[in-house]
């Protein structure tokens, strides 16, 4: 019998993230861990792909179907394969009246790439999302975990030719 | 800031060091659960909780004493305590601000209200976005387990509590709490009928309680003090301490930790709190809970119709019905001055809602499609008069029609920016090569503060 090696699989450190937070739901209720596992499979992979689901179903124990209805629910699973630094800006009121659109326009221009784009170089992907939750600081972006907060065209272009190094 | 002011929330907020357990703990911090789990029973608690007359946070502004004798004890059935940490709604960043500061004080907070609820399993659930916090809050789980505050036997009370961080995916939705749950059991968030409420049928369909970051915030300072302590402060039903996100053209955008009871026009002018409009530019109009809650223009905020100063209390906000008035909700205070367009925002709060509505209930689904549809076509030049009256139609057959409350969300800010601000509606369709112009706002008539 041939046995194949799973094309996707948590490194060894995340494979004892994953196990520790199974930990956290009662017996029977682990499928509970479906959002976090995803976080984490994509912070590994950079995207979430249609194999990085299944393992994920078959990690839990769970049919693939119900790893992709969720994963197309919610908004922070990237279902495509995106550039090294996707940027999240917020397109929602507070940050709009402060400024945001001329901040962003000049974004998208810096950066080659409208709305769900990749530039060209694959170094950003950029996606509009809506409030952050960082309204009076705004115009923000995230990228990763990071917030980048009280944008203006020259904080943007700081940033942007940081990341481009 | 003037340092006579009671701050229940915020008073150690600027301590260096006071994210850490040891610093925390030096200020005084855990000493509610010493009180708790040492000195007190769960119902005695419950018990100062509603003496307080807190109410949740988290916009609807339901008491908290109240909800929680709700929860069902059937022998034998696991109860869950469960933080909604999703803050999502426009306006608000207040539970992101508390939790990133002071991330001890909301666990400290899920100590003591897991212990009153007889809850040994308790989740803080935390929009996804806020990965870096959930790590915060991880860490802060950790120390406080570390020094015996949580797991096993805590003080040797007899009592044990595990508490868990949940990162959610991105979703609005998942702000309400029946869509959070179902999250929290890894689904989709879509709402769920009620009843049963979740006091009866919560997570894993076992009796649970969820609680705003803020409310759950206020317990520790409530054990420690008392709730009369609590009630002392405030105005009638509005009591305690709220904090408020200011956003928009203020000179100090941020978030403030106001007594319930000051005048909206104190809490916007004074040097205390946001200092007033940025320079050069008068106060049009505000959002002051929320994006969901009904936009005012200046005037009707700051007085009511009956030419009462208007308080940032639940009750004087929401004085007038929505005829005149709005609600405190979140406590998300959005300030727009006069260069803001109320058109351009009210398509982009609907945008918004279409954007996050789970599809469930056709009127919800359809109509937020309807709504953005229509502000669009009006916003780029292309309404017609009978659009206004469309949406207002629109708006009615969305409200009251939907499994949750976010139908109503939708529906609020369109029919009152259209009631308020009709004026600047019809401009635009009658004049849409001015309207249409990069940065044209409509200058008629209009009061501004
Ligand atoms: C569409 C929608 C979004 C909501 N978002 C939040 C939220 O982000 N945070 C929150 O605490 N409550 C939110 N709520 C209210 C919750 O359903 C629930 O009432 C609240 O968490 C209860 O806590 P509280 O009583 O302490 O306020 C939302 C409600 C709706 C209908
Ligand atoms: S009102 Fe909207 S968001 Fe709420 S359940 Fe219905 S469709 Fe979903
Ligand atoms: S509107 Fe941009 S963070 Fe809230």
Redesign the interface.
């Known amino acids: 019998m041939i046995t194949e090696k799973p094309r996707i699989q948590f490194t060894p450190e995340r494979l004892e993230r994953a196990r520790e937070i199974l930990t ?1 739901y ?1 017996e029977g ?1 682990q ?6 596992l ?2 984490l499979i994509q912070e590994q992979e950079g995207w979430t792909s249609p194999e990085a689901m299944d393992y994920i179903a078959d990690f839990l124990g769970i049919k693939p179907i ?1 790893v992709y ?2 994963a197309t ?5 990237h279902l495509e394969p995106v550039g090294k630094h996707v940027i ?1 800006y917020c ?4 940050c ?3 400024g945001g659109e001329e901040v962003y326009a000049h974004l998208k221009k810096k950066i080659g790439a409208d709305d769900g784009e990749t530039s060209p170089d694959n170094l950003f992907t950029i996606k509009p ?10 115009p923000c972006f ?1 990228i990763r ?3 980048y907060t009280h944008l203006t065209i020259e904080k943007v272009d700081e940033i942007i030719d940081e990341l481009k190094k | 800031m003037s340092s006579e002011r009671l701050k229940i929330l915020t008073a150690n907020a600027d301590i260096p060091g006071i994210e850490t357990f040891e610093v925390y703990r030096k200020h005084g911090g855990y000493t509610a659960v010493e009180k708790a789990v040492k000195t007190m029973t769960p119902d005695a608690v419950v018990e100062e909780v509603k003496k307080s007359g807190v109410r949740g946070r988290g916009g609807a502004g339901f008491p908290m004493g109240m909800k929680w004798s709700f929860l069902a004890k059937p022998e034998g059935v696991p109860r869950y305590l469960v933080c909604n940490g999703d803050e999502s709604e426009p306006g608000t960043f207040k539970d992101h601000w508390l939790m990133k500061t002071i991330p001890h004080l909301l666990i400290e907070g899920m100590i003591v209200s897991s212990f009153a609820l007889g809850a040994n399993t308790s989740y803080i659930y935390v929009r996804g976005e806020l990965m870096y916090v959930v790590k915060i809050l991880e860490k802060a789980i950790a120390e406080a387990k570390a020094a015996g505050f949580l797991g096993k036997n805590i003080l040797g009370s007899g009592y044990d509590l595990e508490l868990y961080v949940q990162p959610g995916g991105g979703a609005y939705i998942c702000g309400e709490e029946t869509a959070l749950l179902e999250s929290l059991e890894g689904k989709r968030g879509n709402p769920r009928n009620k009843p049963p409420f979740p006091a009866v049928k919560g997570l894993y369909q076992c009796p649970t309680v969820v609680n705003n970051v803020e409310s759950i915030s206020t317990t520790p300072w409530i054990v420690n003090n008392g709730g009369e302590a609590y009630a002392a402060v405030g105005i009638g039903r509005s009591t305690g301490t709220k904090l408020i996100s200011a956003s928009g053209h203020l000179k100090k955008p941020g978030v403030y930790e106001i007594p319930l009871g000051i005048t909206v026009n104190e809490f916007i002018y004074s040097d205390e709190w946001c200092g007033g409009i940025r320079d050069g530019h008068h106060l049009k109009a505000v959002v002051a809970g929320g994006s969901s809650v009904p936009i005012l223009p200046a005037a009707l905020l700051l007085k009511t119709a009956n030419g009462e100063d208007r308080l940032m209390t639940y009750e004087s906000l929401a004085d007038g019905g929505f005829a005149t008035g709005t609600m405190l909700g979140s406590g998300g205070f959005i300030a727009m001055d006069e260069t803001s367009c109320i058109v351009r925002n009210t398509w982009n709060f609907s945008r918004f809602y279409h954007h996050e509505s789970c599809g469930q209930c056709s009127p919800c689904r359809e109509g937020t499609g309807w709504m953005e549809k229509v502000l669009h076509r009006i916003e780029h030049g292309h309404g017609s008069m009978h659009d206004i009256d469309l949406l207002v139609d629109v708006s009615k057959k969305i409200e009251g029609n939907t499994i949750c409350p976010l139908g109503d969300a939708a529906a609020w800010p369109v029919a009152s920016a259209i009631r308020h601000f009709r004026d600047e509606f019809e401009w635009h369709i009658k004049f849409p090569q001015e309207a249409t112009r990069p940065g044209a706002v409509y200058r008629g008539h209009m009061e501004l503060a």
């Open positions: 956290h009662p209720k499928k509970s861990a479906l959002l976090p995803l976080h119900e209805e969720v629910f919610y908004t922070m699973y999240e397109r929602t009121g507070p709009m009246i402060m999302v809506e409030c952050l939750a960082a309204c009076g600081w705004g995230q975990e990071k917030y």
